[in-house]
């Protein structure tokens, strides 16, 4: 996301731009007033390098190391969210249009692959509403309509398919002190039924049939605090924990574990209305090292093959940073940029390793229609600063 992209993800309490709002903990688009909207996206792109050790007949898979050859992907970040007058308390309504997923996997130039390739791209349309209960409280909800497009994962015949899912959210924020925020939200699990979308490899003289493929989001939750009540209130910190639970998701729920995430952000603003962006995030790897026979109810024809497809979703990188910055370009229009990256990180399973590194970076532009000052409104609505 734009702003909390320079922040590690921090937004569950004080997101600083909407996108992150509708997206994460919708009761926080009370703290946008009047109207603002948001064109951004971002650029993701991993390196992925896979050994395979041991012959894995079940798939017709022999020894081999290879990089896999998909390129980046394009991630958008669009949002618009508004205030309505007229209700007996503030009411604020929003949407958005974001790319959950993004990645996949090609080693058919290694020959001994036998064609291995996937892919997996998310996109979710999000309308929310969110009401302030009080000066200090506000609930939000929101609905993920979501696209999803896959090929894969299974060794065979693959096309790609598309599916539709639908995914519902809640939020809590509360204002602790003028300048100081808790939230928390949950998200549904969202599944994606790509019908018929492979054909498992199968060794001959017997025939694979065509298989649905089960493709899940997790349950997650999300608690966060931050405050910018440091450095003579230009200073802003924040810190959110999130929980996904892994073994609601189908498909993922066969080869993760459940696993926690802990994103810490700050931003400072300069007297010229510069902020400046970092972050930090630990997360847990989830990937569950037992022994697996089946993905998705799918065989793929023993532990190798089992492990070599498993390796495919391997997500092993705890360390990330991320850094960005914000300035107004234009009276009512700001302009945010973030890059970040997870260190390179190692995942075994039996022979399967897999060496992965990722970056991304990206760009906001918000037009912001604020109903009481040219720099903007403060987070509660009793007051209205320019910081």
Avoid at 262 to 273: D, E
Avoid at 345 to 364: I, P
Wanted: hydrophobic share 40%; charged share 10%.
């Amino acid at each position: 996301m734009p702003a909390s992209g320079g922040m590690a993800g921090t937004s569950v309490a004080a997101p600083q731009d909407c996108v992150s709002a509708i997206n994460g903990n919708p009761a926080t688009m009370t703290q946008f007033k009047g109207s603002h909207m948001t064109l951004g996206g971002g650029w993701a792109e991993s390196t992925l390098d896979l050994t395979q050790g041991v012959r894995a007949p079940g798939i017709n898979v022999d020894p081999f190391s290879d990089k896999s050859t998909v390129p980046g992907s394009v991630v958008p970040a669009i949002g618009v969210t508004q205030e309505l007058e007229g209700f007996p308390v503030p009411v604020f309504v929003g949407i958005g249009f974001v790319g959950a997923a993004g990645a996949g996997t090609n080693f058919v130039n290694a020959k001994e692959s036998n064609g291995t390739a996937s892919y997996l791209l998310l996109l979710e349309a999000i309308p929310s509403v969110a009401v302030e209960l009080t000066d200090n409280l506000s609930i939000g909800g929101s609905m993920f309509i979501g696209d999803g497009f896959s090929s894969g994962p299974f060794v065979g015949t693959s096309k790609m398919t598309n599916a539709y899912s639908l995914r519902g959210g809640c939020g809590i924020n509360y204002a602790t002190s003028q300048r100081s925020w808790i939230g928390a939200y949950y998200l549904s699990t969202q599944e994606f039924r790509f019908h018929d979308q492979v054909i498992p490899y199968r060794i001959p003289p017997l025939n694979g049939t065509p298989q649905t493929v089960n493709i899940g989001l997790p349950q997650q939750v999300g608690l966060g605090w931050a405050s910018e009540r440091f450095m003579n209130n230009r200073l802003l910190l924040a810190v959110d924990a999130l929980y996904f639970d892994w073994e609601s998701a189908a498909l993922f729920g066969d080869i993760y574990n459940n696993s926690w995430a802990l994103q810490m952000g700050a931003q400072y603003s300069s007297k010229r209305n510069i902020k400046l962006r970092c972050g930090y995030a630990l997360a847990e790897n989830p990937m569950d090292t037992d022994l697996i026979t089946s993905i998705d109810g799918i065989v793929p024809g023993g532990t190798p093959s089992v492990d070599y497809t498993q390796a495919q979703f391997s997500i092993p990188n705890v360390h990330r940073i991320s850094g960005g910055a914000g300035m107004e370009i234009y009276p009512h229009i700001t302009l945010d940029v973030f890059a970040g990256g997870m260190f390179p990180a190692t995942q075994t399973l039996g022979a399967t390793r897999v060496d992965l590194v990722s970056y991304w970076l990206g760009f906001g532009l918000t037009w912001h229609f604020d109903p009481c000052s040219n720099h903007g409104c403060s987070r509660l609505p009793s007051t209205c600063s320019t910081i």
